[in-house]
């Protein structure tokens, strides 16, 4: 595996056995069963020495000593710790398991629990709970006794464990769930959307999907339902639109739940950069916010535009696009 630009270009030539995405400059790579860190460049700023290796994130990076390398970064078994950019371990691999530092914090699992450390490895919340995450607007979910509720960054509960499930906090809000109905809750663990829901999602520019009876609709954040529950199925708002199936098929709707977009493909993705991938007759186009193909279905597997470029797959080979459908790496190559 290798790199290449926004024009198609060969950047970094295809000599690893794996490589992700860059992060903070530095982009973790595999060859001959170890793990290292490259610059984009191509240079090796960390050379491979790790049985696995995260991303960088807040300056720091996970590594695993001891495990059993496999793609994706993941390595089974071993003991996870931090580096710096420089490849130097600022924290020994001491841990079962890791996340990325959010917020100051990381979220680190050890005998069984888990707690949060900070940049210097030292325990600012010790490993006490059965499940927990990463802090996210100064919260995170910890999950005791069978409950979830949510810890400051001293790890003291502000919101009692008293929820079946627990997600994280997102613009203000967290979804939870007791007895098989979800609702919404605000910072304070205050309930301001009533469990009444079978399934929920994140607020997307002002409007959460929600499912009701096998039906989708979505509602605004004081919990009314903009539009009814009606849907077969439904992704999040993006672009101001949101695809939706009915009748088997996939169209568009927008806020107000007026259909845009006649339901007439066989899936239907979100809009990203102006354009969504569809699939008609086995294969993936891009239309519009028109609903106009203006790139014609002939691909296998298509993902959203991001800078500018959309990934396509041929066969069993992907490629990129431009927005005007033009190769910029043909799935060939």
């Not at 020994?92 to 917020?103: H, I, N, Y």
């Amino acid at each position: 595996m290798g790199y290449i630009d926004k024009t198609g270009r060969i950047a970094i030539e295809p000599q690893f056995d794996w490589a992700e995405r860059f992060s903070e400059g530095l982009a973790s790579v595999k060859i001959d069963g170890k793990w290292g860190y490259i610059d984009k460049t191509g240079n090796y700023v960390i050379k491979p020495q790790f049985d696995g290796a995260g991303s960088f994130s807040e300056g720091l990076a996970s590594i695993n000593i001891g495990g059993r390398g496999e793609v994706l970064s993941v390595a089974q078994g071993g003991k996870w710790g931090y580096i710096d950019k420089t490849g130097r371990i600022l924290i020994k691999p001491q841990f079962d398991k890791v996340w990325d530092f959010s917020e100051g914090l990381a979220n680190v699992k050890i005998g069984g629990k888990y707690g949060h450390i900070d940049k210097t490895g030292k325990y600012v919340i010790n490993p006490q709970f059965d499940k927990a995450s990463g802090f996210s607007q100064g919260l995170a979910k910890a999950k005791i006794g069978g409950k979830y509720g949510y810890i400051d960054k001293t790890g003291k509960y502000v919101i009692s464990p008293q929820f079946d499930t627990a997600w994280i906090f997102s613009e203000g809000l967290a979804r939870i769930k007791n007895d098989g109905k979800c609702g919404y809750i605000d910072r304070t663990g205050k309930i301001v959307i009533n469990p009444q829901f079978d399934r929920v999602f994140d607020f997307s520019e002002g409007l959460a999907r929600v499912e009701i009876a096998g039906k989708w609709g979505f509602i605004d954040r004081t919990g009314k339902m903009v539009i009814k529950p009606q849907f077969d199925y439904s992704w999040c708002f993006s672009q101001t639109l949101a695809s939706v199936k009915i009748g088997g098929k996939w169209g568009y709707i927008d806020k107000a739940g007026k259909i845009v977009i006649s339901p007439q493909f066989d899936y239907a993705y979100s809009f990203s950069e102006g354009l969504a991938a569809v699939k008609v007759g086995g294969k993936y186009g891009f239309i519009d916010r028109t609903g106009k193909i203006v790139i014609n279905p002939q691909f296998d597997d298509a993902w959203r535009f991001s800078e500018g470029l959309a990934n396509v797959k041929i066969g069993d080979k992907w490629g990129y696009i431009d927005n005007t459908g033009k190769y910029i790496w043909k799935p060939t190559e």
